[in-house]
């Protein structure tokens, strides 16, 4: 099985694009560009304790296209004496319809490592884990993984017009598993940022059994209203404390931000 995984990675890899192809001509995507990038700052209470950024490229293989969207989060600074944490996500995802074919989880958390990879066989509904070989995993039709669930809302998503306490509610598989993402919409909010004001939509947790969190409160999330929908700040209530994640810099846009 292990070199199924190998072959696609080599076919995924014949050709890579510069970040400024121009893929309009293959398929309409209003919200972002090859080469976009978005760093975030995340801070542990008033301490910065580490960086993500989100990349997006484009790759060929024979005659179709993908995405490659990748999501890094690292330590940095005083934090590093208490973790060391390098935690990589990948999601080759499918240009015409957002849906992913592969996903790629590394995670480097102090002694702890983790890897694994996951083929989604879209055409007949099931995925195929690499640490559990063999076993076809059946999926409903509409599965993303967790990084794409992100791209998916925001392409097709976003645009559209919410009322209060609209949800959005994704199937994603994660950690070998159906794992159910559920958000709705809490209202426009004007927020202050690194760039001034900005007029965003902000989410909170849908609270079923089994959320992890307990209330709405717990996890705020404000996605900049102005056509590239990105997260401009994040903010979470978790068992080591509050984590608050703030745009600090982004790269080719596919809209004027914050217009």
């Not at 989100?54 to 005659?63: A, Y």
């Not at 925001?154 to 950690?175: C, P, S």
């Not at 690194?194 to 609270?207: A, D, Q, S, T, Y």
């Not at 209530?237 to 080719?252: D, P, T, Y």
């Amino acid at each position: 099985m292990k070199y199924i995984f190998l072959l696609l990675n080599f076919c995924l890899y014949l050709n890579v694009f510069s970040q400024n192809i121009n893929i309009d001509s293959i398929t309409q995507n209003s919200a972002y560009l090859p080469g976009e990038e978005l760093v975030y700052s995340i801070k542990y209470g008033i301490v910065k304790g580490g960086e993500a950024n989100l990349t997006i490229n484009v790759i060929q293989s024979g005659e179709d296209f993908y995405y490659h969207v990748k999501a890094e989060a690292v330590t940095i600074g005083p934090a590093t004496k208490f973790a060391k944490i390098y935690d990589v996500y990948e999601s080759y995802i499918n240009v015409k319809n957002g849906y992913p074919i592969k996903s790629v989880r590394n995670i480097r958390e102090n002694k702890y490592t983790y890897y694994n990879e996951v083929l989604f066989y879209r055409d007949q509904n099931f995925v195929i884990s690499l640490n559990r070989p063999g076993k076809k995993i059946y999926i409903p039709s509409n599965t993303l993984d967790l990084l794409s669930a992100f791209y998916f809302a925001r392409r097709h998503i976003f645009a559209g017009e919410f009322k209060k306490g609209d949800k959005i509610n994704l199937t994603t598989f994660f950690d070998n598993q159906l794992y159910p993402v559920s958000i709705k919409f809490k209202e426009k909010e004007t927020i202050k940022s690194n760039f001034g004001k900005i007029r965003c939509l902000k989410f909170v947790p849908v609270l079923e059994k089994d959320n992890p969190f307990k209330k709405e409160d717990d996890l705020q999330i404000w996605f900049s209203d102005d056509g590239n929908y990105i997260p401009v700040k994040i903010k979470m209530k978790s068992k080591i404390g509050n984590v608050k994640a703030e745009l600090v810099r982004f790269s080719n846009l596919k809209n004027n931000f914050g217009s």
